[in-house]
């Protein structure tokens, strides 16, 4: 059986059932029906697969994780005990986290994980939950403690998994998207939307600069941290209101420019893509990069895992795909 | 100058904190210094959370806060009390420039302010005897034993924390090493290839404060922690780094 796979419902009960440690994606109906056992989930129902993009609702993303190393523990994190996420991860291993999309842990991830005890010491990746997009606004997204066999949507879950001493989780991301040779945006604090900004050291409004130039808002702004393209993708721009909303948080002290276009997203993806990555065991893309790289019925160089509402590398990330190797040593 | 104002200056209080009140016992040589948030109960007590202006924790206020009471920095032959009152769950008060990191606050659980302890922590390096630091600091006994145990296990952790990897330290410079002032001021291109450390390292570049020692030597031991942690799969930023 593959590490990683879309399966049908009864299948991923079965493994359940067998004991296996699951993280789980699937839409709300679909995990609502498995039974308790050590697993975690998020509701979200578009997968890369290997026969390319698609939606589903009645089948189930896998990663079996019960291989990985010692027994996971599983908890949820509620607002006020986000910020122990890190320093609560094994001190050797890896941490799976998933955090339902538009909540207050979301807001609060998204701003203050950089400052987190232990944030980059200890290896953390995951990914927001979300809905079917036809379901936005109508449906909260949610996450899944199976070891409780409850759900939520306004904690985050998460797997700690120990590893042996001689295995070593890598994680990096793939990220097409590269600063373009425009203006150097800054901006004076953190947050989730914007108007007053800095572009190329002048005080500007930032929904002006998109109406002025009319920018396209599906290419994120980069900023380049020490070498790794960080997105921060566009949610609305409010023209009339004068301000622009970020599916992830801005910073000040960081220069962000607008992405260079990609004429064909799997193209580009393709030639980001490191060789480390075919060895991946876990990985999760953004759903905008389905959208807008019309990746449906696509194959995305044979990495496999849920299309989310952001992917998390340690700190909330845009636009990017996110996996995880293990380096194992021989000694 | 009013008590208060005088308090301020000498203890080094700044916004978002005040002195409310002092009272002086010339008989028992003690001053009682009462330090709160200058937007009073609002700060803390009115929101169900709290989001740290400096370092952006989230907080829950929905438990009560709590005054807790630390022994201070002597002034002269009086002893001197600081009294706050802090929500129950400050976790981000041992971050450098957060608003609950203050040197006249100390553990929620300890007696003794955080300059009191480092200055106790001196003494202790110069070998002194632990009655002698007493009477030179105004503390009991029993706390000066404390500090010198507890200090001794800290000394012991971090001995095992930095004999934890294959080898020992010698591959990763001190921390007093200019290396690292290079490395966080950007002026060195590590031309790093770890995704962990590209985030750490471009965090405290946003986040640096050139001007602050205390927060800039914070951040060096946090690379430097970074570094005796990863070392088994940063063989080549280090080989980059630091030859």
New interface residues.
Partial sequence: MPQAALMRIEEVAALIRQGRSLALAGDEAALEGLPQGRWIGGTIPYFMTAAGGLSSRERIFVHDVSDWGAQPSIRYYA??E???VARDAPDHGVSLIIIPAGS?VHS?YA??A??Y?D???K?LLGWVAGVHLSELGQRAPRVYDGLLGTSVSDCAVVMHIPLPATR?A????VNPFQPGAGEIITFAA?GFEAADCLIDGRPANLADYYRDRALDTRLPLVAD????P?NVSIRQVHYRERRVEFYAPV????EYRLARPLPDYLVDFAAAMPPAAARAVFSCNCILNYLYGELEGRQTQGMVGPFTFGEI???LLNQTLVYLTF?D?TS | MKDSEFCRHILGVVAPWDVSRVACDPEHKRIDVWIKSQQGESWFGLRR?L?CAT??????LRQALQEHTWQHISIGTFKVFVHAELPA?P??AD?PGCCLSQPWLGARAGALSEALEQQIGQLLRLRLPEAEIARLTGVDTGEVQRLRSQRRGASDAASVMERAGEDDADDIPPRQHPIWARLLSGEMD???K??????????I????RPDDGAARLADIDNLR??FL??R??LRSEMVRIFH
Avoid: W
């Fill in positions: 607002l006020d986000l910020h122990r207050e609060a701003r203050n950089p400052n005890d944030m980059y010491l290896p070593h890598l994680i990096d991301i953190t941290y020490c070498g790794a960080i910073f000040p002290g960081v590398a340690y700190q380096d040593a | 959370t989001e370092c952006g924790r989230v907080f829950n769950d976790d981000c971050k590590a031309q790093i770890t995704l962990s450390l590209k985030l750490l390292l471009s965090r570049r946003a986040q640096a922690r970074y942690k990863h088994h799969s």
